[in-house]
T-cell receptor, first 113, second 112 residues
Framework: GENVEQHPSTLSVQEGDSAVIKCTYSDSASNYFPWYKQELGKGPQLIIDIRSNVGEKKDQRIAVTLNKTAKHFSLHITETQPEDSAVYFC????????????FGSGTRLQVQP | NAGVTQTPKFRILKIGQSMTLQCTQDMNHNYMYWYRQDPGMGLKLIYYSVGAGITDKGEVPNGYNVSRSTTEDFPLRLELAAPSQTSVYFCASNRGSYNEQFFGPGTRLTVL
């Protein structure tokens, strides 16, 4: 089955700096890669996603890049703000059949004011 | 439009007790999922359903059971609770192809 590894497990940045979180996946058949933000006591919420036929996607301060050859994808947050502090999860799935997500272990991002 | 709702929010069980975690979605999604999240870990798939009457096991199904008699509801049953089932349980739903998976707020379960 799919295995997703995520690094780093914790990340502390100064407000206004950029943050980068990296993930690798094992199943070359996976073709959908979402990123979720989880605030304390809440369920994960989708912040951005990318399909395997796209190399990069951007939404305001958030961008995701995908390298299918290396089976690697990354989340980039620019101009970080204190409200970006949360746990971020990457995930991978095959968009057929059950369409279930395999999650990374999470990155706790702390943005220092 | 409430999205995905879960009850209860918190529950403490004694070893050997049973309970049902409720999950309801009002988005008419065919796909529904149960995940568990252990401290400091990502979510792991327990069971899933691709439509009413169709369910199947995920990666960690032991000790759990599900049913899907309607599109809206996907309850998770714990039989003979064990301390290893202490976790936060999330229900999620998905409309289908390349679509966002929506999560409920979670149920925090402690088995003592």
């Amino acid at each position: 089955g799919e295995n997703v590894e995520q690094h780093p497990s914790t990340l502390s940045v100064q407000e206004g700096d950029s943050a980068v979180i990296k993930c690798t996946y094992s199943d070359s058949a996976s073709n959908y890669f979402p990123w979720y933000k989880q605030e304390l006591g809440k369920g994960p919420q989708l912040i951005i996603d990318i399909r395997s036929n796209v190399g990069e996607k951007k939404d305001q301060r958030i961008a995701v890049t995908l390298n299918k050859t290396a089976k690697h994808f990354s989340l980039h947050i620019t101009e970080t703000q204190p409200e970006d502090s949360a746990v971020y999860f990457c995930a991978a799935s095959l968009d057929t059949g059950r369409r279930a997500l395999t999650f990374g272990s999470g990155t706790r991002l702390q943005v220092q004011p | 439009n409430a999205g995905v709702t879960q009850t209860p929010k918190f529950r403490i069980l004694k070893i050997g007790q049973s309970m049902t975690l409720q999950c309801t979605q009002d988005m008419n999604h065919n796909y529904m999922y149960w995940y568990r999240q252990d401290p400091g870990m990502g979510l792991k798939l327990i069971y899933y359903s691709v439509g009413a009457g169709i369910t199947d096991k995920g990666e960690v199904p032991n000790g759990y059971n599900v049913s899907r008699s309607t599109t809206e509801d996907f309850p998770l049953r714990l039989e003979l609770a064990a301390p290893s089932q202490t976790s936060v349980y999330f229900c999620a739903s998905n409309r289908g192809s390349y679509n966002e998976q929506f999560f409920g707020p979670g149920t925090r379960l402690t088995v003592l």
